[in-house]
């Protein structure tokens, strides 16, 4: 009943006063933009918004007056007030916007279990790979079960899902494994990083794989015969959730150092999305297979969840080429690309 008359009231709210919504969603922006940088100057965050720094300076003042911030001479940081608040702000803004009814929709037209769509777009606003981290952190802190063993792949956001999935306690014999081999990049979104610091936020043990991607077949089989490696793989196959972020082919190839060209001219159809090694086209069929240590599409096919995080409008062609491709449960995605895919799907 309360959940009605809240929306409700938010109904009356937009018809009566719309001007006032921009007003809300523009202090919200820069109530999250201080969270992930507090603290932070004046004009630095008139940049990070693309906004005039006159104008950031009469909202902080109005922020200050209402004791949600304080400022020193490093810059201005949340009050305890403004942590408690902005959550509660953040589900204000996930009604405003309407994301509820679409995240129905999605999870209905693409025949998902669950769709979880975090307000903003990440090509606009770089904290939104925050938020999206927050969301997929409060899912797995939610839904992984005693002696359950986790999957995970790298990329900058898994490794965003690793920083902030809540500090968890109660777990039993949980088991984090990297979902595929490192990628030769930074070491912070490697694979490896991501199970180990996954593990220690959820309380829970991991395994390492230390096989590079990417490397030829000839060289990739003698490693594959180890049985430590062997026992890794074999457990990624068998579990009970995998984690995995989508990335677009062109920059997937530039991070495995691989000829863009050449990808192109080998696969079966045009690339447009890319999970743990795998090409698809836009139909959701495999376009091209690299050698890679992990599972393969037909394993993870059979695996109990599998939970696919990604953001940004320029994203969602890649998003609907993997979700096409029918393994995935769970999608964890921004305002930006869903409103995107809404668009495809209507078309």
């Not at 003042?61 to 400022?71: A, P, R």
Request: charged share 25%.
């Amino acid at each position: 009943m309360i959940e009605n008359n809240t929306d409700n009231s938010l109904l009356l709210f937009k018809l009566l006063v719309p001007e006032m919504l921009p007003v809300f969603q523009k202090r919200y922006t820069i109530l999250r933009t201080i969270k992930y940088n507090q603290p932070i100057g004046r004009r630095l965050l008139a940049e990070r918004l693309a906004l005039g720094e006159r104008g950031v300076r009469s909202e902080i003042d109005f922020l200050k007056d209402h004791n949600l911030l304080e400022s020193n001479a490093a810059g201005v940081s949340l009050t305890e007030e403004g942590k408690k608040l902005l959550p509660q702000l953040s589900l204000l803004i996930h009604k405003v916007e309407g994301l509820a009814p679409l995240e129905n929709y999605l999870a209905q037209k693409l025949d998902l279990t669950k769709v979880v769509i975090v307000p903003g777009d990440a090509d606009q606003n770089c904290e939104i790979l925050h938020e999206l981290g927050q969301a997929s952190g409060a899912f797995l802190r939610d839904v992984v079960q005693d002696q359950w063993v986790i999957a995970v792949t790298g990329g900058t956001t898994m490794a965003e899902v690793a920083h902030n999935i809540p500090q968890t306690v109660g777990k039993k014999d949980v088991l984090v494994v990297p979902g595929r081999g490192g990628l030769g990049e930074d070491v912070e979104i490697q694979s490896n990083t991501i199970a180990a610091e996954i593990a220690q936020r959820l309380g829970a043990s991991y395994r390492l794989l230390h096989v590079p991607d990417g490397i030829q077949n000839e060289t990739l089989e003698p490693l594959l015969s180890d049985h430590k490696v062997q026992e890794v793989i074999n457990l990624s196959k068998k579990a009970n959730l995998l984690v995995h972020g989508i990335g677009i082919p062109e920059v997937m190839a530039l991070r495995r150092d691989s000829d863009w060209q050449s990808i192109q001219r080998y696969s079966r159809k045009e690339p447009v999305g890319e999970a743990f090694g795998t090409y698809f086209a836009a139909d959701g069929s495999v376009a091209l297979v690299t050698p890679t240590v992990g599972p393969k599409v037909e394993d993870i096919a059979k695996l109990d969840m599998v939970v696919a995080v990604a953001g940004g409008k320029s994203k969602a062609d890649a998003i609907m080429s993997v979700l096409r491709a029918s393994f995935v449960d769970v999608l964890i995605v921004d305002q930006g690309a869903a409103e995107v895919i809404k668009k495809q799907i209507e078309e």
